[in-house]
């Protein structure tokens, strides 16, 4: 089967064998999304070789004990191991001997094909389309910061970063939040994607910016990100960094320290919350999609989704016609 496979820093279309129908149940790729973490990756973040890609919606091929072949699915990309406390908290994603799906110690679902355990299959409503539900995993990591840090109503939020993941933030806080939030970023034609929330250029942001606002997100993939965040933040406020990079520069936090700045990681969340809050909200993710291609033309998916500005780039497969 053909698969959009990494080696080294270089990417190419590739055929290899389909998964055994013995193992962990198959599932034929319908959409899949080119992420950031993807062009990391190639960079040699994680240090990953296989076949790529962590975004995706198929249809099962295997029946398992609580879902029947043919049903669409998402799922959680995180595997663990199932023994330890990690995981017997509900916890996977921070098993310390975890496999990710396309990005450590498991093939990813640029491929015509792939599998994941049972229990990290979660079946898509009929109501949701493939362009929306392909958005479940970059929405659960976006949702996992509401899980994470207290976002009071009138907090004043700023994101920095228009790329994908800070388009997705952006969208999720114009709908959920009642305070003022502002995107901050450097691509002023990705800005109409949505129109809902306001967008500054960075080059405008100045000293009567400083310490303005109470929740700074983080997701600009680049290191001045965090510098930008903290000269915004207010003192005792709460930066939340989104940004996964291979690339690493010093930075001097003692401002943060003297103003008492709470720094949270944040990562992945729940496929089924993203789910949820997918069939329950209107929210236009499918906006976010710049191009579909189908995987026999993944290598010029690849090159697209490398271009500075790109939004969402998929691949698509028979499947999903
Ligand atoms: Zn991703
Ligand atoms: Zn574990």
Redesign the pocket.
Known sequence: MKSLFLRGEQVRLQEIPSPSPDGEPRIALRLAGI????LELAKGYMGYEGVLG??FVGTLLDATDSLSAGTRVVGEINCGCGRCSWCHSGLERHCPNRTVLGISGRPGCFSEQLTLPERNLVPVPDSIPDERAVFA??LAAVIEIFEQIPVRPMDSVAIIGDGKLGLLIGMVFTRHHTGPAFLIGHHPSKWKSIPEIPCIHENEIGNDMNAQFDIVIEASGTVSGLARAQQIIRPRGTIVLKSTMERSEPLNLTVSVVNEVTIVGSRCGRLPTAIRFLERTDLPVERLIEATYPLDRAKEAWKHACQSGALKICLKTKESA
């Open positions: 992420c950031r973490t993807d962590h975004e995993e970059p």
